[in-house]
């Protein structure tokens, strides 16, 4: 058969179809990868962020808190030993953070006179930038609103300085932003400001306290005469129509004769207020239940006791001491008790046995504490064969030291008892607790009264607190003529500017701390504004009373 002859079959035709994509795809696909991470990094890294800058937050606020304690401060040593406070405290609180992103500043903060913006008193008692200044600080050194005023302050060269100013920021590195090429982000700068003693406020802080001291048989006569110039000490410091002081002793005293502290022969009982005047001799201000507000019979008390042959009872001074600021004291005030005593409890009364005398001490502490009483205890010479153990022969205080009891009975328990060298200056409440400690060495009778007044000086200033230096201003009313806006509110001194919505105040005139006078450009009658203050201590925030409308 010819070739031409056999059947042709035809090959059948692919129907044209739609061209491939897979390549755009890809790209779409990579796109909206893109915008699907953005997105995620977007939500995840700022909230990191935000949590960066809380824990930020809390840390400076936590340093200024921790600066604050060691407040008020001049000279370089102090100042050195305070800022390693602060750094300390931000490594603790933020690991890692570089110390060289904060800044530690001091300033002078200062009460605002109502017939000006100086508050004399209050310089240098209270602060003094004078020598930063190179001459005695003027009102144009201090600026503020409100009751208070601020200036700068530098305790390296001499300053008394109660306001430490701590500054700082961080950065956080993002997890998912560095695919769009963000790798961090900044928290933004945090400042914290902390305040200790009067800080703009009365510099006579009214407090009640009892003052305890030891004149038991370990305390040899020097060691009685240093208490004695040392309770002399805080008699000078304090102001009696401000701080209300009582006078007790261990062992206790005599109900009667001429000399309202000598020595009774034995502890006999602990009831009251029965026995309340014979561990409590001299009640608050001098005279018991009248309130001369005088320190007279106090000065007469110290100047006549001498020692006892009794055994040393913590207990029943703490409860007595306690009795008397709860009946005799005043409502709203702080209390306090500052005892000072040279060895372990090894005496007590009632049913203590010789197994319990710690336990008592420092139950009797516990519950002076729970009513509010702050204490403060002094290890006077509690360096050596002086600082002996605990009696108890069970429970928690077996085998404790003298000054593991003194520093647990304190307001703000130590648990480690720091502070008790053998040797050198007296420990000034370093580690931030109510227990103080020195040894008895020569200058005992001036370094012991360094710690009683460090100790009165911490129950009258208070503890640490954060301040606002410039507080921002509020805008409480607004009304009048365009001509003469009377604008009401607070913390206007320094105003910059006055806004009336997105419209500057034509003119303006601060009248007081709490008023301000400002003039408008006409707008239709009844249009409605929020009005702005602006000071360097901010804008004043939108609020319901700050509505103005145009009449």
Known sequence: MPIE?????????????????RGQILVLFELSFVVIVASAALVIDIGLLRNDRQV???TIDSAALAGGTELPVTGSAATVKLNALIDSTIQENYPGLALSAITIAYKCLIGADPSGPLISRDVPAVCDPSKSLGRAPGTSDFTGAGSTRVSSCNPTVGDLCNVVLVSGSATANYALAPVVGIDSGSTGTIASAACRGPCGQNPQTPVDVVLIVDRTGSMSGVDTQNATTAANALVSYYNPAAQWLGFGLLGPSKTSGSCVSAPDSSIGTANFPTDLRRWVPVGLSGTGSS???????????????TNSGTGTDLADPITAAAYELAHNGRT?????II??????????VGSVSSQEYCLAASNAATAAKATGVEIFTVGFGLD???????????????????????????TQPSTDARGCPGTGTPN?????????????????STNLSLVFQAAAQALAQGRSHLVQLYPVPVVTSAGGAVASVSIGGEYFTGTTSVYFGSTPATSFTVNSDTSITAKVPARSSGTVVDVTVTTP?????ITSGDKYTYP
């Open 537 to 541: 201590g901010g804008i004043s925030p």
């Open 56 to 58: 930020l937050v809390n």
């Open 384 to 410: 050596g064969s002086n600082n002996a153990t605990c009696p108890d022969q069970a429970g928690a205080w077996k085998a404790k030291t003298a000054t593991n009891l003194l520093a647990n009975m304190a």
């Open 332 to 336: 709203g005030v702080r209390k306090g």
């Open 291 to 305: 309130f001369s507000a005088t320190y007279a019979k106090v000065s007469a008390a110290i100047g006549c006791y």
């Open 428 to 444: 000034t409440n370093t580690d931030g607790d109510h227990f103080y400690c020195l040894p008895k060495t020569t200058g005992a």
């Open 339 to 348: 005892l000072e005593t040279d060895g372990q409890p090894n005496a007590s």
């Open 5 to 21: 002859d056999y059947p042709v079959t035809e090959m059948p035709q692919r129907t044209p179809g739609p061209k491939r994509e």
